[in-house]
């Protein structure tokens, strides 16, 4: 048979064009060793969970031959073989993740910290500088919620933009190649379900962005049915109206079996070129894929496929495909001579055999690598154990704790801790020295232990956001008063003139200036790639500053309103919040969100919900100025640090009044560092935002009947007084009230338990610890509608008179009765 539909690239022989195929099927087929090796791995219980590649080899392959250094991928969990293509990942790190693995030497995505299948490379060195991302492959470290990888996918696209149109933005020259970067993406046909996916697919359609979205078609999403997920049964149908005419804006489309080599290579090229040099948005629908071992190790697939989809799968395996065709393929050269790529099967059996050979290798040293430290662990603590027990009066139950960790064949840190642990309740009226030596062994092992899996929730590095010192706002003697808003613009506008990597965007952020007019005149004086408008979609928003804070910018994403972080929610707290985490601080993405909110009226405009953000967002810092020149502080500190950070700006504050200072862009406001604004002896009032003004209001009431509140500004409440401060106000008053706008048990539950249990402040107190909240509704509107939703200045003065009453009824007579 004569394939006319190869045409070997005309800058390779055919021998060289041979040798790719065949290297390319060894790829396919050592990716598919892993997978099948890999699920016996988690059946037998050395490993949790698995989720593999098979099924979608081929087409990855095509994609990693497109896949340039410096360009990026934003993807998800199939990606196996993409990434053994690109040299990223090889068998023996395969089983690494699969065995969880905590050192990010064997497994360099994540130390263990992920679930196989959760791809990145790294981006940032050791000292937190930037590697030089445009000689590496660049992959965003996955997430599991489907189609979550989307929104971030936006942003790295859109950072090709910026390098491209806004000069000398890479100055250090290791960050881009003049935007010729491609950010591809990836997804399975059932998460284009998803909302993140439709609102990605239409951001990117307006801002014109190098994206090629990937989608995996295998027709099911675990168990369920295209029928069930996507109307007329294909993604690429209805996506039809985002297809550019011609060279009009839109998309280009391409719908290709995920098992044709040839057809896939020669799309990908295709899609490579457009989106790079055009800067045009490529959707490539893959379809035809397959799920040979079902959608992971939990399941078989066997379950939800009929006798004919699994025959039809069987004979459309892409690798079989591959394989057939790599059998049947000839070419006649033009001295009339038929070129093959192989002689006859056996080369391709024996490739095979070697991969099943090469796989069951690096299986048994990844496993050996996992467990030796351990088995060295335990070695030391039955050691301990050994010699304990022969002095212990409980020798027979320590001996027996021994026995059971040295029966474990293959013990885990979790066998050794807890065996050890166990044995210090039957040492605990005992004292010798080896009861102490094992003690000690315990507490250092533990110490050793924890980081492995708690460590880079934030920084650790110098330039950590906590490290930044205050620098304080400076004034003229003549310095005015202003609308505050304008304090927010001017220290804007200074942030903007020394650093071109800032960006700010967001809905009405550009041509008036936000809603605020906290940049106003900005877009003018900066072009629109620096401060502009977008549409209404605040997942994506967040998705554009995640996205190029990867990429070494500095967005500044405006939520117009806090209330509508939800929408984004899922995005900032799933991968934002995660990201240095998930990667054992590999990857970070310095992005600053600003909002505005707090003490404002209605069901969805009360912009009160801290609560639900300082659980949901650790790993992002939340920070609440009382007033524009705090922050306008926190930005300013912000840009020096490379940590994500939530600024929620008073609503109400931009038509106040504040002094302007004249180091506009230099002050800054210190990160977990509490204010005390009033000085007093007999209460300690704790509020943030808004709510202080209120307190301070009540406690000028409060003074009136001899009552000397000390008031403290949380300022930041994630992370919350570093220093202790409120410990040492309480020390002081011997009382605390938390005054909080969230509902009952929000905010001012966690502030309490900060207080009161990890600051200690429950011994220095005489009366009960008292929180004044808002009513667990959401607030009414209007102006009684505020009264009774949130606390007022009589509820403050009244829940603190309350307990000065208690302490002292002759003194303070009851209010009501
Ligand atoms: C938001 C969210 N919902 C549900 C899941 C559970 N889940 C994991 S994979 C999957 C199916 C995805 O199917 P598809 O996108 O077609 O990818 P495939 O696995 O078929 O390649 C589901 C429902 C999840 N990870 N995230
Ligand atoms: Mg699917």
């Known amino acids: 048979m004569i394939n006319k539909t190869v045409e070997p690239s005309n800058k390779l022989s055919f021998e060289e064009f041979r040798n790719e195929v065949i290297e390319d099927y060894k790829i396919a087929v050592l990716s598919r060793e892993c997978s099948l090796l890999g699920r016996r791995e988690v059946l037998t219980g050395k490993a949790k969970f698995g989720i593999f590649g098979g099924g979608k080899e081929v087409p990855q392959l095509a994609m990693a031959k497109a896949f340039k250094k410096g360009d990026w991928r934003s993807g998800y969990y199939r990606d196996q073989t993409f990434m053994m293509a690109i040299g990223e990942y090889p068998p023996k790190h395969f089983f690494a993740s699969l065995y969880a693995h905590a050192d990010i030497k064997a497994d360099s995505f994540s130390a263990g910290r992920q679930m196989n299948g959760h791809f990145s490379t790294q981006f940032i060195n050791e000292d937190g500088s930037w590697k030089n991302l445009k000689e590496q492959y660049n992959v965003s470290a996955d997430i599991s919620p489907t189609s979550g990888q989307m929104p971030r996918l936006l942003g790295l696209a859109e950072a090709s933009k910026k390098f491209r149109n806004i000069p000398d933005l890479d100055q250090e020259g290791i960050l881009s190649s003049n935007g010729n970067e491609v950010a591809w993406g990836t997804i399975g046909n059932a998460s284009t379900s998803e909302g993140p996916f439709f609102e990605t697919i239409n951001a990117a359609g307006v801002l014109?962005?190098?994206?090629?979205?990937?989608?995996?078609?295998?027709?099911?999403?675990?168990?369920?049915?295209?029928?069930y997920q996507t109307t007329k049964e294909s993604i690429s149908e209805v996506l039809k109206g985002f297809q550019r005419e011609g060279k009009g804006s839109g998309y280009e489309i391409f719908v290709v079996n995920g098992w044709n080599y040839t057809q896939l290579v020669d799309t990908y090229n295709k899609a490579s070129a457009i989106a790079r040099e055009e800067h045009v948005p490529v959707i490539i629908h893959v379809k035809e894929l397959t799920q040979p071992q079902g959608h992971s190790t939990s399941g078989s697939h066997e379950r939800y496929k009929d006798k004919d989809r699994l025959a039809w799968e069987k004979e459309h395996d892409c690798n079989a495909k591959m394989r057939e065709w790599i059998l049947n393929f000839e070419l006649e050269d033009q001295d009339g001579q038929i070129l093959k790529f192989v002689e006859n099967e056996d080369v391709l059996k024996q490739l095979e055999k070697e991969a099943k050979v090469i796989v069951r290798e690096a299986k048994k040293e990844s496993w050996d690598e996992y467990l030796k430290p351990m088995l060295q662990e335990r070695k030391e603590l039955l050691d301990l154990l050994e010699k304990t027990a022969r002095k212990s009066e409980n020798e027979i139950f320590l001996d027996k704790l021994k026995r059971e960790l040295a029966s474990i064949e293959e013990p885990i840190r979790k066998n050794i801790l807890t065996i050890g642990r166990r044995s210090l309740i039957y040492l605990r009226d005992e004292e010798f020295k080896e009861k102490e030596l094992l003690q000690n062994w315990l507490k250092d092992y533990h110490a050793l232990q924890q980081p492995k899996y708690s460590s880079h929730l934030h920084s650790e590095l110098d330039n950590r956001a906590t490290n930044i010192k205050e620098i304080e706002a400076e004034y003229d003697e003549e310095a005015e008063d202003v609308d505050a808003r304008v304090i927010i613009r001017n220290n804007f506008d200074a942030i903007l003139g020394k650093n071109n990597k800032v960006l700010i965007f967001g809905e009405d952020s550009g041509k008036i200036g936000d809603v605020n007019q906290g940049l106003e005149g900005l877009q003018e004086k900066y072009g629109e790639e620096r401060v502009y408008d977008t549409g209404i979609r605040e997942v994506t928003i967040i998705g554009q500053g995640l996205g190029m804070a990867m990429r070494g910018l500095r967005p500044i994403a405006e939520i117009q309103y806090l209330d509508y972080i939800f929408y984004a929610t899922q995005v900032l707290t799933d991968d934002l919040a995660t990201l240095r985490y998930r990667t054992f601080g590999k990857q970070v993405a310095p992005l600053i969100i600003r909002t505005r909110g707090h003490?404002?009226?209605?069901?969805?405009?009360?912009?009160?919900?801290?609560?639900?953000?300082?659980?949901?967002?650790?790993?992002?810092?939340?920070?609440?100025?009382?007033?524009?020149?705090?922050?306008?502080?926190?930005?300013?500190?912000?840009?020096?640090?490379?940590?994500?950070?939530?600024v929620i700006e008073n609503l109400n504050g931009y038509r106040l009044k504040e002094m302007i200072p004249t180091n506009l862009g230099e002050f800054t406001t210190p990160i977990g560092v509490v204010e005390t604004v009033k000085e007093g002896n007999d209460i300690t009032l704790v509020s943030y935002g808004s709510t202080l003004k209120l307190v301070e209001e009540a406690s000028r009431d409060l003074s009136q009947v001899g009552i000397d509140a000390e008031i403290i500004d949380v300022q930041s409440l994630l992370p919350f007084d570093l220093e202790h401060d409120v410990l040492l106000s309480v020390r002081k008053t011997n009382r605390l009230v938390i005054i909080d706008e969230d509902v009952p048990g929000g905010a001012s539950a966690y502030l309490l338990d900060e207080i009161i249990n990890k600051q200690g402040a429950y011994k220095y107190l005489d009366s009960s610890p008292t929180t004044i909240t808002a009513k667990p509704h959401r607030p009414a509107y209007g102006t009684d509608g505020d009264y009774f939703s949130k606390p007022s200045i009589n509820d403050i003065f009244e829940g603190v008179y309350k307990i000065m009453h208690e302490s002292d009824p002759i003194k303070f007579k009851s209010l009501f009765s």
């Open 208 to 227: 014109k962005v190098p994206m090629v979205i990937s989608i995996w078609d295998d027709e099911y999403g675990i168990s369920v049915h295209s029928k």
């Open 599 to 646: 003490r404002l009226e209605g069901i969805w405009h009360s912009g009160s919900q801290m609560g639900s953000l300082i659980n949901l967002f650790r790993g992002i810092y939340v920070l609440v100025p009382r007033n524009m020149t705090k922050a306008a502080g926190f930005y300013n500190t912000l840009l020096k640090s490379d940590e994500p950070a939530i």
